[in-house]
T-cell receptor
Framework: QKEVEQNSGPLSVPEGAIASLNCTYS??????FFWYRQYSGKSPELIMF????GDKEDGRFTAQLNKASQYVSLLIRDSQPSDSATYLC???????????FGAGTRLFVKA | DVKVTQSSRYLVKRTGEKVFLECVQD?????MFWYRQDPGLGLRLIYF???????EKGDIPEGYSVSREKKERFSLILESASTNQTSMYLC???????????????FGPGTRLTVT
């Protein structure tokens, strides 16, 4: 079992719809969770981080964390073609220096 | 604004050459990381450093070494380049997060290395 799992996609949604990206992780002691966006040919950039159970909203983005079920998700409301990218879920393992990245989900937003 | 720079965007080297990739960050971050990214495999950690002269192996350290003589600079060395080291190499830095692990990472633009 991979430590951080994401559906590779591609996930295709129409413009204006809600895109839902999911991630599961195996280390129950993980404390910090991140979502990065990576455009083709570019390096990852942070969208959001979340540390506590529940929802965290930032503009059109909402991160959701459920530690009991060991999943974290990212919702993108009012999706735009400019949101088309690969979204990487990242999780800090308990007590260590390492951040484990998922392989990413490719999102296409159709105009 | 955090800035992480890498010495080259594109690099072509021959098998057996010694290759140096350099990374510099300007935000006084304690942690620095080297990853390689390959299609379908995602980001894989090669080495990281949590302080000057300190280094820890990541998931795929074989064939690589690192050097951190100054806080802002972290170098990745391919001792004898091989074709299976053809990849995108990404450097990142972050503040230390203590027991919760590193804070969010800031990535450099990447170096696409081709070994022929």
């Amino acid at each position: 079992q991979k430590e951080v799992e994401q559906n590779s996609g591609p996930l295709s949604v129409p413009e204006g719809a809600i895109a839902s990206l999911n991630c599961t992780y195996s280390d129950r002691g993980s404390q910090s969770f991140f979502w990065y966006r990576q455009y083709s040919g570019k390096s990852p950039e942070l969208i959001m981080f979340i540390y506590s159970n529940g929802d965290k909203e930032d503009g059109r983005f909402t991160a959701q964390l459920n530690k009991a079920s060991q999943y974290v998700s990212l919702l993108i409301r009012d999706s735009q073609p400019s949101d088309s990218a690969t979204y990487l879920c990242a999780v800090n393992g308990a007590g260590g220096f390492k951040t484990i990245f998922g392989a990413g989900t490719r999102l296409f937003v159709k105009a | 604004d955090v800035k992480v720079t890498q010495s080259s965007r594109y690099l072509v080297k021959r098998t057996g050459e010694k290759v140096f990739l350099e990374c510099v960050q300007d935000m006084d971050h304690e942690n620095m990381f080297w990853y390689r990214q390959d299609p379908g495999l995602g980001l894989r950690l090669i080495y990281f450093s949590y302080d000057v002269k300190m280094k820890e192996k990541g998931d795929i350290p074989e064939g690589y070494s690192v050097s951190r003589e100054k806080k802002e600079r972290f170098s990745l060395i391919l001792e004898s380049a091989s074709t299976n080291q053809t990849s995108m190499y990404l450097c990142a830095s972050s503040l230390s997060g203590g027991v919760a692990g590193p804070y969010e990472q800031y990535f450099g633009p990447g170096t696409r290395l081709t070994v022929t």
